[in-house]
T-cell receptor, first 112, second 111 residues
Framework: QQQVKQSPQSLIVQKGGISIINCAYE??????FPWYQQFPGKGPALLIA?????SEKKEGRFTISFNKSAKQFSLHIMDSQPGDSATYFC???????????FGAGTTVTVRA | DSGVTQTPKHLITATGQRVTLRCSPR?????VYWYQQSLDQGLQFLIH???????AKGNILERFSAQQFPDLHSELNLSSLELGDSALYFC??????????FGPGTRLTVL
């Protein structure tokens, strides 16, 4: 049973466009929500993370929006570049259970 | 480069065999996590060690075991291998309880 549901499975965006990936969770004990970026043949790389006490966090072109009441969070990639083409995973972990539960992943393709 | 190293990068073996995957965490990180990535199951947590002690187990098969040594490197042992064990195996290390930094992975192919 997947504890974190991620959508869409894949998306294609034009260079300069905005990529939006959504995740939802059920476990209210989750209190840490990271996003990972993975290129083929590589390990997941920590991109950005948020805790439930804030509704938004921005780092460069990457923004996490967090809705605690809806138990949803999303990643926005602004001004998407071909180098952003990768698979993105949302994840969640709890305060006393540090294992990460991952979403199924979204493959983002940025067309030049 | 996350600073986490894993060896070997690729491993090809036969069903019924036993293999050992090795992970060296980032300098100073006391926690090591193991994850399995497969096409049908996605990224799944296997086991967590902190400073040599097992802290949590996920859906890890009884044929799989792990340990963390005094120098903090960790090994994941997979025995009686089956075709379905073919996957990418990642370890991650953490300086605290939340941020996890992943290694490059070991690709295991069971023939």
């Amino acid at each position: 049973q997947q504890q974190v549901k991620q959508s869409p499975q894949s998306l294609i965006v034009q260079k300069g466009g905005i990529s939006i990936i959504n995740c939802a969770y059920e476990n209210t004990a989750f209190d840490y929500f990271p996003w990972y970026q993975q290129f083929p043949g590589k390990g997941p790389a920590l991109l950005i993370a948020i805790r439930p006490d804030v509704s938004e966090k921005k780092e460069g072109r990457f923004t996490i929006s967090f809705n605690k009441s809806a138990k949803q969070f999303s990643l926005h990639i602004m001004d998407s570049q071909p180098g952003d083409s990768a698979t993105y995973f949302c994840a969640a972990s709890g305060a006393y259970d540090y294992k990460l539960s991952f979403g199924a992943g979204t493959t983002v393709t940025v067309r030049a | 480069d996350s600073g986490v190293t894993q060896t070997p990068k690729h491993l090809i073996t036969a069903t019924g065999q036993r293999v050992t995957l090795r992970c060296s965490p980032r300098s100073g990180d006391l926690s090591v996590y193991w994850y399995q990535q497969s096409l049908d199951q996605g990224l799944q947590f296997l086991i967590h060690y902190y400073n040599g002690e097992e802290r949590a187990k996920g859906n890890i098969l009884e044929r799989f075991s792990a340990q963390q040594f005094p120098d903090l490197h960790s090994e994941l042992n997979l025995s009686s291998l089956e075709l379905g064990d073919s996957a990418l195996y990642f370890c991650a290390s953490s300086p605290r309880t939340d941020e996890q930094f992943f290694g490059p992975g070991t690709r295991l192919t069971v023939l």
